[in-house]
C-alpha cells in the first residue's frame, strides 16, 4: 500500500538530466524523450495501485481463512515498518548511485513479498510476506521521487503528477471487483500470486530510458550519511517492539512497548527535519502534515472492507468496491490543485483537503447502526478522496519546491517516513484498541458481528486526528 504513489511530485528543484530537453523545449510527457519513461513507472504507480486495491479486498478473507483476525491490522502495519527501513535507505542509495538500482531491487523485493503472502500456511508468515513487501514499496516509492526530479523538467512535473494519479483510477475501479471474484471463487492466494506478473512490463518499458536520463549520482560514496540507516533500523525496530507489545496487553508487554518507544522516538527526532514534530513553519510542517494526512485516512480504509464484511454482511467484493470511488476523487483532487491559478494558495488547498478528509472519516461509524445504509460509506469515501487528492498532493509540491537539488533524496525519503511512521502508529495503535475491544475474535460471524464499539474506536480517533491536520495546515507557509 504505497499511498505516496497516488500523486507525483511537481515545482521541486532541478531539472532534466544533461541530453534532455530543457524547460524552453516543445513536448509533453510523451513526446519522444519523455514517452517510454513515462509509460514505465506509470506503469510501477499501476503496479502498485491494483495491489493496493486488490489485496486490501482480499484481506479480510485472508485474515479469516488463516485465522488471524488478531493480527488484521499487523499486515498493514508490518509492510509499513520495513518500509521506514527501506525509504531512508533508498533516498541514501538515490543521491549516491542514482535511483535505478534502489528501483529495480524495490520492484523485486515487492514482487517476492507477494508471493510469500500468498503461500502463506499461517497468519505470521502471511503478516512477513507483507513485510518484505514493504521493503520493496519503500525502495520503490523514493526512488520514484527522484526520478521525476531528474528526469522532467519543472514545466512538465504537473502532467507526470496528473498521470501517477489518474493510475489509480482504473485499479480503483476494477481492483476490488476482481480480487472479490477471485477470492470468492478461486481463493484469496490467486489475488496475491498473480500480481508479481505485473512487474514484467515495467521494467521491460522503463530500464533503457531510465538507464539514458536519470542515472549517476549527487553525492561522493564518502558523503553518504550512514548514520541516518542506522536511525532507519533503529526506527523501524522500534516500531516493531511497539506492535508486538501492542499483540498482548498483559504486563508482560510492558518492557517491549518500553523498549520500542526508546528506539522509535530518538530515532524519528533524528531523521526527521528540526522541527517537525512541533509543526516548525515551511518543510517540518509539510512533512508532519504528511504523516497526519496519510496515517488518519489509512488507519480508518484498512478497517472498512472488514467492517462492512463483519458487521453489514457485505461480500468481499461489494466491500472492497465500497472504496473505488475514493480512488476516482483522490485523482480529481489532485488534478484540481495542480491547476496553475490555484499555485498561490497551496497551503489553503491542504488545509481544505483535510476538513474534508475529517468529514469522510467522521460519518464512516455512522454505517454501524443498520438503519443506515451501507453505501454511505461510498459516498463518504469519495469524499475524502477528494480530499486526500488536494492534501497529498500539494503537500509533495511543497516538499521538493522548499528541497535544495542535492537534499532532494533525503528530503524525500523524509516526507515517505512520516507517511510510514504515522501509518505503523496509528494502524497499530487502531489494531491494539480494536482486538481489546473484542474485534479480532475469530469466532465472529455476520449472525454474531464482534462488538460495534470496536470499529467505532478506530474511526473516530482517525477523523480526530486529521482535524488536528486542517488546524496545523497554516503553517506550511514560510514566515516573509
Not at 46 to 71: C, K, N, Y
Not at 354 to 374: D, E, N
Not at 378 to 400: N, P
Amino acid at each position: 500500500m504505497c499511498e505516496g504513489l497516488r500523486e507525483g511530485p511537481d515545482g521541486g528543484p532541478g531539472g532534466p538530466a544533461d541530453g534532455a530537453p530543457g524547460p524552453g523545449e516543445a513536448g509533453g510527457v510523451l513526446a519522444r524523450p519523455y514517452r517510454a519513461l513515462t509509460l514505465g513507472i506509470v506503469s510501477v504507480v499501476l503496479m502498485i495501485a491494483f495491489e493496493a486495491t486488490a489485496t486490501g479486498t482480499a484481506m479480510p478473507v485472508a485474515a479469516r481463512d488463516l485465522h488471524g483476525l488478531g493480527l488484521y491490522a499487523f499486515a498493514f502495519s508490518g509492510y509499513f515498518t520495513t518500509s521506514l527501513l527501506a525509504m531512508v535507505v533508498s533516498g541514501q542509495w538515490c543521491d549516491r548511485a542514482g535511483p535505478l538500482p534502489p528501483l529495480t531491487a524495490g520492484i523485486a523485493g515487492f514482487a517476492a513479498g507477494l508471493a510469500v503472502s500468498g503461500t502463506a500456511s499461517s497468519m505470521a508468515v502471511f503478516v512477513l510476506g507483507r513485510a518484505v513487501q514493504g521493503l520493496g514499496g519503500g525502495l520503490v516509492i523514493v526512488a520514484l521521487y527522484v526520478v521525476v526530479g531528474r528526469a522532467y523538467p519543472e514545466r512538465l512535473r504537473p502532467a507526470v503528477m496528473a498521470a501517477f494519479s489518474a493510475s489509480w483510477v482504473v485499479p480503483a475501479l476494477v481492483g476490488p471487483l476482481i480480487s472479490g471474484a477471485v477470492s470468492e471463487h478461486l481463493g484469496w492466494r490467486w489475488v496475491f500470486l498473480s500480481i508479481p506478473v505485473l512487474v514484467l512490463l515495467p521494467v521491460a518499458v522503463m530500464l533503457p530510458a531510465l538507464r539514458r536520463t536519470a542515472t549517476g549520482r549527487t553525492q561522493e560514496p564518502a558523503a553518504a550519511d550512514r548514520r541516518r540507516i542506522w536511525l532507519a533500523a533503529a526506527l523501524a525496530a522500534g516500531a516493531a517492539l511497539l506492535q508486538y507489545a501492542g499483540q498482548d496487553l498483559r504486563p508482560r508487554s510492558i518492557a517491549p512497548a518500553v523498549a520500542g518507544a526508546a528506539l522509535l522516538v530518538p530515532a524519528a527526532l533524528r531523521l526527521l527535519p528540526r522541527g517537525t514534530f512541533r509543526a516548525a513553519r515551511g518543510l517540518p510542517t509539510v512533512v508532519l502534515m504528511r504523516g497526519i494526512a496519510a496515517g488518519s485516512f489509512i488507519a480508518a480504509e484498512s478497517f472498512i472492507p472488514l467492517m462492512l464484511v463483519t458487521q453489514r454482511g457485505l461480500s468481499p467484493t461489494l466491500a472492497g468496491l465500497s472504496l473505488s470511488g475514493g480512488g476516482m476523487t483522490w485523482a480529481l483532487g489532485s488534478w484540481l490543485q495542480a491547476r496553475p491559478r490555484l499555485a498561490p494558495v497551496r497551503e489553503r488547498l491542504v488545509q481544505a483537503g483535510m476538513a474534508l478528509t475529517t468529514v469522510a472519516i467522521g460519518t464512516v461509524p455512522l454505517v454501524l447502526l443498520h438503519q443506515v445504509p451501507a453505501w454511505t460509506v461510498a459516498v463518504s469515501w469519495c469524499v475524502g478522496g477528494t480530499g486526500m487528492g488536494l492534501a497529498i498532493s500539494a503537500l509533495s509540491v511543497l516538499l521538493l519546491r522548499l528541497s535544495p537539488a542535492e537534499e532532494a533524496g533525503t528530503n524525500s525519503a523524509a516526507l515517505q517516513v512520516s507517511d510510514a511512521l504515522s501509518n505503523v502508529v496509528l494502524v497499530g495503535a487502531a489494531g491494539t484498541v480494536f482486538t481489546a475491544l473484542g474485534g479480532g475474535s475469530t469466532t465472529a460471524t455476520t449472525a454474531s458481528p464482534s462488538h460495534p464499539a470496536a470499529f467505532a474506536a478506530v474511526f473516530l480517533p482517525a477523523a480526530a486526528i486529521a482535524l488536528l491536520g486542517a488546524t496545523t495546515a497554516p503553517r506550511l507557509r514560510v514566515a516573509k
